[in-house]
């Protein structure tokens, strides 16, 4: 009798759990419908009662108010982040690909610096990536935001241990009926760690997607800012009350793209930490 209870109250503890962790993303929600005079209401109140898009009109009208249309920072947010994720998924797969599977001198120091490198934090190397690019007059372009981060030490450390864990002997198989090293790369390896590699896309999406502290580095010009940065300048100034709903909309609306993607990717994702490789 008991071993039947057990599931089940594993179970009801997941279930209370992920509605904790998801309360933060429910109140985001209900706060984006919210209207004004629901805002400030003592003691708060969680669940919205009357819902209105009266918040997202506002937000828009904000951004449109601005010398350069909104869909212009949202062209450069797609650009960017798509760009930049290609760029990594690319980048870091073949970075990792001889790390993995080759033998070669130096290889243990590579490995080294590049496990060494991700324990920096990232504002370390704010100002030699800026000294860098503004060398290199990379400054108001996209490259500016997409080549500094195309160098993810932690991502290649994830590709090569899961690289690693892929059996030998399949290669050697693959070897022995004459295939090459970018037969092996783009045939065997990347279907292989296709989760890994949906693991990267999920993370870089977010981190590139949300970050507003690069572009304003990087970015002098109103017309070459991001989405999220323009969404971000919407709560100061003199109606910061009057828009406390159209922060609220612009919270939603800068979430809604991240959540979409990992609910696309996310069984590869759990696969990639359940499993984190093949094993002979």
């Known amino acids: 009798m008991r071993g039947k209870r057990f599931p089940v109250g594993i179970s009801l503890i997941l279930l209370l759990y992920g509605l904790f962790a998801a309360t ?16 400030f209401l003592y003691p708060p109140r969680f669940w919205v009662r009357r819902p209105t898009l009266e918040n997202f009109g506002d937000l828009f009208q904000a951004i449109s108010g601005t010398i350069v249309p909104s869909t212009r920072y949202l062209f450069n947010s797609v650009v960017v982040t798509g760009t930049t994720v290609l760029g990594i998924l690319v980048v870091q797969s073949m970075a990792a690909f001889p790390l993995a599977r080759n033998r070669f001198r130096g290889r243990a120091l590579v490995l080294f610096l590049t496990t060494a490198a991700f324990m920096f934090a990232p504002h370390v190397t704010t100002i030699p990536r800026f000294l860098v690019v503004n060398g290199l007059h990379l400054t108001d372009r996209y490259l500016s935001l997409i080549l500094p981060t195309l160098a993810q030490p932690f991502m290649v450390f994830l590709l090569v241990n899961f690289m690693g864990q892929v059996p030998e002997s399949l290669l050697e198989a693959a070897r022995i009926d004459g295939a090459g090293g970018w037969f092996i790369y783009r045939r ?93």
């Open 24 to 39: 933060p993303l429910l109140y985001m929600i209900s706060t984006a419908f919210k209207p004004l005079e629901e805002m």
């Open 188 to 280: 065997i390896l990347i279907p292989l760690v296709k989760p890994a590699l949906f693991t990267v896309l999920i993370l870089t999406f977010v981190a590139v997607w949300n970050d507003t502290f690069t572009p304003l580095i990087y970015l002098r010009r109103e017309v070459m800012k991001t989405f999220p940065v323009a969404l971000s300048t919407i709560g100061g100034g003199a109606g910061m009350v009057a828009r406390t709903g159209a922060v609220g909309a612009s919270a939603l609306i800068t979430s809604l793209p991240t959540i979409i993607i990992f609910v696309l990717v996310q069984r590869n994702v759990l696969e990639t930490m359940m499993h984190s490789g093949i094993k002979e």
